[in-house]
């Protein structure tokens, strides 16, 4: 091991601080695995305050409390309304439906960092520090001592060490091979508290891997658990993990889980949360049912959506906290840049059908609730504000302008006498395709997109597909423009990566999940291979930054729309301390690890559940 290993970002500020006011920020959901969850718990329709429309005085009324179905004091319970659950006895998240996505398990494990997006704090938890040496091949790792597993167990650096190396050499898993493969050469545990990563070659970026900044951060497995076990069978029930909450009962046919405090909860010197039991649970599939109990205080989080939130809004319903938080994925239209494709494969073509997306349009009456056009690549949360270039994005204004798109359109696919738009002597015809529903927002602002285009006279099919369907078309490139998400936890190097030339297949084969529209530029290539070996806030990385946003700007390989906002939904009538826009301490999402730090924060009102 190199001598005294240094810190790679000076008191981690270079690397994920970047702090503005709360009131500035609307920020965060998660990636296409969460999207079920993301739609489900937040409905929605319309712009949305806790006002009542018009101006009008709040009502006057108290709530009708109604009992809720549960197995714990009404209280002592918080009880959070969720998507419909099909896994009950497995808690194994390396495996196809191993575990029960937005059920509970985000409280019961923790991360070794949690990078908060409503904040831009990153906040040590299980770990205490990470170092890097000089030429970034160590990444030393200190766990806290008085980290314990649920059962009394010690949490070591040997349960961080047996993970890794589980994982490094089962790509079959889920989280396994990737990074993990590719830089761990081996990892040596000089005391429980201490591991030190040696790796096959530089990287200032492998610490990424062990921050939980999207939903759930790495799983550190409890070795004396899960040691001889076969994790592609392995169900972890009950759970053993280090939260605040541990497992008390799955009830299958009701479809929920029940959370109960762990009294020898290791931190709770920093943590202690009040609620003695926190239920997940499936609401129901009817709108008004769901709504209903949200209103007779049945549920503390969910089970409303927007057009039933206004209502309650407009009757000045007393007990309702509404937040919003965009989604680190903004919605974008991907577009295949392979020649084998045709005209799309043109850059003029792309910052023509640039020019037809009218993304205020689509902000204000597509997406359920209003939100912001997007114009970068990434989520607008404060930790981004530093890859911005606001001069790069003047001089390649994204507005929505058909003459402009008609003008290269004719330099590019100009008309023949029968007045159709031609490409290298065949007519053009785009074919869009999305996994969204045609009742979907991704299928509606793919429907303007196209009805615009038919304006400047480029043809479209649209198509909803369904799930694997569309994926494999997707991967194999066989679309020319793809209504969906797009983002990075981090730093756009994370981005540009999956991005580089070496990772795009012919049409037809497999993508992987990388460079999925088959972008090729090789000045791109290099700077990305730069960024790679690089501390990214470091003032050496920020033109090459630069360079490679204004390439992208330039080639256009995918077109932000609009940044992608929820609504989150509180019932204030058993539990005080919400997440508001006037105070968002915390990413206000229940299936985010994150969501400990807002039970953290709850105080019982004193508000008593019927008899």
């Not at 540009?496 to 090729?520: H, I």
């Not at 906002?565 to 105070?583: L, M």
Request: charged residues 25%; glycine residues 6%; neutral net charge.
């Amino acid at each position: 091991m190199n001598e005294a290993p240094r810190p790679q970002f000076e008191d981690v500020a270079d690397v994920v601080r970047y702090q503005l006011s709360r009131r500035s920020l609307v920020g965060g959901g998660a990636a296409a695995a969460l999207t079920g969850l993301l739609a489900a718990c937040s409905g929605g329709g319309g712009s949305y305050s806790d006002k009542p429309a018009d101006n009008k005085p709040a009502a006057t009324r108290s709530v009708q409390i109604g009992k809720a179905n549960i197995p714990t004091p009404r209280d002592q319970t918080v009880i959070i309304g969720q998507v419909e659950y099909t896994v009950f006895d497995s808690f194994n998240t390396m495996i196809p439906n191993g575990h029960q996505s937005g059920a509970g398990f985000e409280i019961c494990r923790e991360a070794m960092f949690y990078l908060s997006f409503a904040t831009g704090e990153l906040k040590p938890w299980l770990c205490t520090e990470y170092k890097y040496n000089a030429d970034h091949t160590e990444l030393t790792l200190k766990f806290d001592p008085k980290a314990k597993w649920s059962d009394g167990q010690p949490l070591t650096a040997n349960d961080f060490k047996f993970t890794v190396m589980l994982l490094r050499d089962r790509p079959d898993l889920f989280g396994g091979g990737g990074e993990l493969k590719e830089f761990v050469k081996d990892i040596a545990v000089p005391d429980p508290q201490t591991a030190v990563i040696a790796m096959t070659e530089g990287s200032p970026r492998l610490h990424y891997n062990f921050i939980s900044a999207i939903a759930g951060g790495f799983d550190i497995l409890p070795q004396h658990r899960w040691k001889g076990q076969d994790p592609t069978k392995f169900k972890d029930n009950p759970p053993v993990r280090t939260g605040p909450y541990k497992l008390k009962q799955a009830i299958r046919n009701q479809k929920m889980f029940v959370w109960e405090k762990n009294p020898d909860y290791w931190a709770k010197d920093k943590l202690d949360v009040k609620p003695q039991y926190v239920v997940f649970q499936s609401t129901s599939k009817q709108l008004d049912q769901a709504s209903l109990a949200f209103e007779r205080a049945e549920f503390d989080v969910g089970s409303i959506d927007e057009p039933h939130a206004k209502q309650l809004r407009n009757t000045g319903y007393p007990a309702m906290v509404t937040t919003q938080f965009h989604d680190p994925n903004p919605r974008v239209l991907w577009l295949n840049c392979d020649p084998a494709r045709g005209v799309i494969s043109e850059p003029k073509m792309r910052w023509a059908i640039n020019y037809c997306v009218d993304r205020e349009k689509i902000g204000k009456s597509i997406w359920p609730v209003e939100v912001p056009p997007a114009v970068y690549p990434w989520a607008d949360y404060p930790t981004n504000e530093k890859w911005k270039n606001d001069e790069l994005a003047e001089k390649y204004k994204f507005e929505f302008n058909p003459q402009k798109a008609t003008e290269l359109l004719d330099e590019i696919a100009p008309k023949n006498a029968a007045g159709k738009r031609t490409y290298k002597g065949k007519e053009i015809n785009l074919e869009i395709i999305t996994v969204s529903p045609v009742d979907g927002p991704e299928y509606a602002i793919a429907n303007v997109v196209k009805t615009d285009l038919a304006k400047v006279g480029v043809p479209a099919t649209l198509r909803s597909l369904a799930g694997s369907v569309h994926d494999e078309k997707f991967q194999r490139g066989e679309y020319d423009i793809d209504a969906n998400w797009a983002g990075f936890a981090m730093d756009p190097a994370q981005l540009y990566s999956d991005w580089e030339s070496t990772k795009a297949q012919p049409v037809g084969k497999n993508a992987a999940g990388k460079n999925k529209m088959r972008f090729r530029n090789k000045r791109f290539d290099e700077l990305s291979r730069k960024l790679a070996a690089m501390d990214p806030a470091s003032e050496e990385a920020k033109p090459i930054l630069d360079e490679a946003l204004e390439i992208y700007f330039q080639e256009l390989p995918m077109l932000s729309v609009i940044q992608t906002g929820y609504p989150s939904y509180f019932n204030t009538t058993f539990w005080k301390g919400w997440p508001t826009d006037d105070d968002l301490y915390e990413v206000p999402l229940n299936w985010w690890q994150h969501f400990i730090f807002i039970l953290g924060k709850l105080e019982a009102t004193g508000q008593k559940g019927p008899a």
